[in-house]
């Protein structure tokens, strides 16, 4: 099947330019033969080939050959597409480089082509730039309702330390998640929120979400407050659930779950606080920490219930990120960790730009223009404007 596509590919050609003739009146793209064969791996095995060749004599203004290469079978081409594109998803699901070689006569056969080590710097390389020209591309015309962030910690084996990378996805006004923000901060601070948002705003993005969703940071809700000071804030029930555990033994775990449980799936905000106050009056005596960490921040953790209900799942916590953040977990514990912070940051933005293509929309993403344009909701229902 590939030398019958090549063969119609040189066929095709020459049918195209036969009125192309010299002085003489012969045709100046003729067939010359074949290539000498060379092997090249595929997902069935390694197979033999053969290239036909053609002789053009064609010159261009300058007075340069054209010549011609085949778009299907570039002359430099070793392994066939789905190979080149199954190395870098090998790497980032956590092959090593030095296991690449085993992995590919698994996959082709004895024989196989090697990859080596440049092979996978050459990715991480095309990966920088590629991240590069993602983190600077014009935000003009975005519009985003919600916000999610979060700040994720990477060990890194030759640089030393730890390394937290910051993540905002948003919804966009269709509903559709889009990840939009990938940066190396210094820690979760103030300065470095600061300049993520800042950043989004000189890149075109002129109007506020929302609401933004994120855990007990106090340098993001710092740095929203300043950059965009009309969004809304809602506190992550799945961190601050975890916060609250940590003030009780293991014991108490299920039935203060339970409890916790009881609020933020109330069908109304009164009957949210009704909870919360029980759950203050139950524990309050012998678990005080508990109770403080609760409370703090009552208003935050029930800000969903002025937004429709359809989103309701969605605002509670900060899941987009959560759940494509265990992907890259898992493949930074198989690697031990990533040898530099470029390394980390790029291999993150690589993973989290695949796992963006199977996000969802919203559910009710329709009643987000609703919120454009200003509709109150009370307990995730349309307030009546009369």
Known sequence: MLMAALEAEVTSLI???????????HRLVVRNGHH??????????????AAPRVNDRRVDESGNRFGFTSAILPPYLRRTRSLEALIPWLYLKG???????ECMQLLVGPGASSVSPTTVVRLKEIWAKEYESWSSRSLAGKRFVYFWADGV??????????????????????????????????????????????????RGLEQAPEVAVGDGALGFWKAVAKVFP??????CWFHKSANVLNCFPKNK?????ADLHEIWMADTRANACKAFDKFLVTYQAKY??????????????????????????HLRTTNPIESMFATVRLR??????????????????????????????LNGSLLLRDIINGVKFKDGTKVDAA
């Not at 933005?349 to 199977?358: H, I, T, W």
């Open 36 to 49: 000498r064969s060379r092997r090249i791996d595929t997902g069935i095995g390694a197979i033999e080939v």
């Open 288 to 313: 005080p920490k508990a109770t403080v960490c609760l409370e703090k921040d009552r208003d935050e953790l029930l800000t969903f219930y002025d937004f429709p209900a359809e989103h309701w799942m």
């Open 230 to 235: 009309t969004t809304r804030t809602q506190r």
């Open 95 to 101: 092959i090593s480089t030095n296991d690449f070689d």
């Open 253 to 257: 775990h299920t039935s203060v779950l």
């Open 332 to 361: 930074h514990r198989r690697t031990k960790g990533s040898a530099t912070r470029l390394a980390c940051l790029t291999m993150v933005f690589k993973l989290a730009e695949a796992a963006q293509k199977r996000w969802r929309k």
């Open 153 to 202: 910690y990477f060990n890194i084996r030759l640089e030393g330390g730890h390394q937290c990378i910051l993540v905002i996805v948003a919804a966009t006004a269709d509903g559709a998640k889009e990840l939009i923000a990938i940066a190396d901060g210094t820690r979760e601070s103030e300065q470095s929120w600061t300049e993520i948002l800042q950043d989004l705003k000189a």
């Open 15 to 25: 049918d195209g330019l036969a009125d192309q003739r010299d002085a003489a009146g």
